[in-house]
């Protein structure tokens, strides 16, 4: 009996190690599969932390590429706008050179005492109107004591004489003017021409 009873106590002991072997095995593996989910887990966490990264550079440099196109559209349509002022104003004022000239004629064409009220009114008109001119950038050519300036004058004739340097404005015969820097008509003039200077650059020319 005592020997039976050892072998049994032997048995029950061993069953209680492997028991408890058991228990550890078992109380172990749920520690490695937290670790190994957390792992996953934060990955996916930084993963979905450079994405959001990238998108937000992505639409930031979006934002950057439209405000500069709308900046660029807004200053053409602004460009834009100002041109068609400009050539409106450009097309008002030289339907208004004829004004001026006919003003300008009636000026000259009373010079005597009798006219005088009469002309003082014409020149106040055409004062007027050209101060109005000039307020949207109308300037007249200057020709009293200029050279010649094919660019802003236009020589209807040329007059011999040694009076005046060659090539020297004698007289205006009708105004020019500007807008804006622009050339809207060049003004008609007579021009002097040196006979002496002609013959010697013809004598130069020869030799």
Same mark, same amino acid.
């Given at each position: 009996?005592?020997?039976?009873?050892?072998?049994?106590?032997?048995?029950?002991?061993?069953?209680?190690?492997?028991?408890?072997?058991?228990?550890?095995?078992?109380?172990?593996?749920?520690?490695?599969?937290?670790?190994?989910?957390?792992?996953?887990?934060?990955?996916?966490?930084?993963?979905?932390?450079?994405?959001?990264?990238?998108?937000?550079?992505?639409?930031?440099?979006?934002?950057?590429?439209? /405000?500069?196109?709308?900046?660029?559209?807004?200053?053409? *349509? $602004? @460009?834009?706008?100002?041109?068609?002022?400009?050539? %409106? +104003?450009?097309?008002?004022?030289?339907?208004?050179?004829?004004?001026?000239?006919?003003?300008?004629?009636?000026?000259?064409?009373?010079?005597?005492?009798?006219?005088?009220?009469?002309?003082?009114?014409?020149?106040?008109?055409?004062?007027?109107?050209?101060?109005?001119?000039?307020?949207?950038?109308?300037?007249?050519?200057?020709?009293?004591? /200029?050279?010649?300036?094919?660019?802003?004058?236009?020589? *209807? $004739? @040329?007059?011999?004489?040694?009076?005046?340097?060659? %090539? +020297?404005?004698?007289?205006?015969?009708?105004?020019?003017?500007?807008?804006?820097?622009?050339?809207?008509?060049?003004?008609?003039?007579?021009?002097?021409?040196?006979?002496?200077?002609?013959?010697?650059?013809?004598?130069?020319?020869?030799?």
């Amino acid at each position: 009996m005592s020997r039976r009873g050892d072998s049994e106590k032997e048995q029950d002991v061993k069953t209680a190690a492997n028991a408890g072997a058991i228990g550890d095995d078992v109380s172990e593996a749920p520690e490695t599969h937290e670790t190994a989910s957390g792992a996953a887990a934060e990955a996916a966490v930084m993963q979905e932390i450079e994405k959001l990264v990238a998108e937000k550079s992505d639409l930031k440099n979006t934002l950057v590429r439209l /405000q500069a196109d709308f900046d660029n559209y807004r200053k053409r *349509i $602004e @460009r834009e706008r100002h041109q068609e002022r400009h050539r %409106g +104003a450009e097309a008002v004022v030289e339907h208004l050179l004829p004004v001026l000239d006919a003003l300008d004629r009636a000026i000259s064409s009373h010079r005597d005492a009798a006219h005088d009220e009469y002309r003082k009114g014409f020149e106040l008109i055409r004062k007027q109107l050209f101060d109005a001119l000039a307020k949207q950038g109308v300037a007249q050519i200057q020709t009293e004591g /200029q050279r010649f300036d094919p660019h802003m004058h236009h020589a *209807i $004739e @040329r007059v011999e004489t040694n009076d005046q340097p060659d %090539g +020297a404005v004698l007289e205006e015969l009708q105004a020019g003017y500007v807008f804006h820097g622009k050339v809207l008509r060049p003004a008609m003039v007579r021009v002097a021409a040196n006979p002496e200077g002609e013959d010697s650059e013809s004598k130069t020319t020869v030799n």
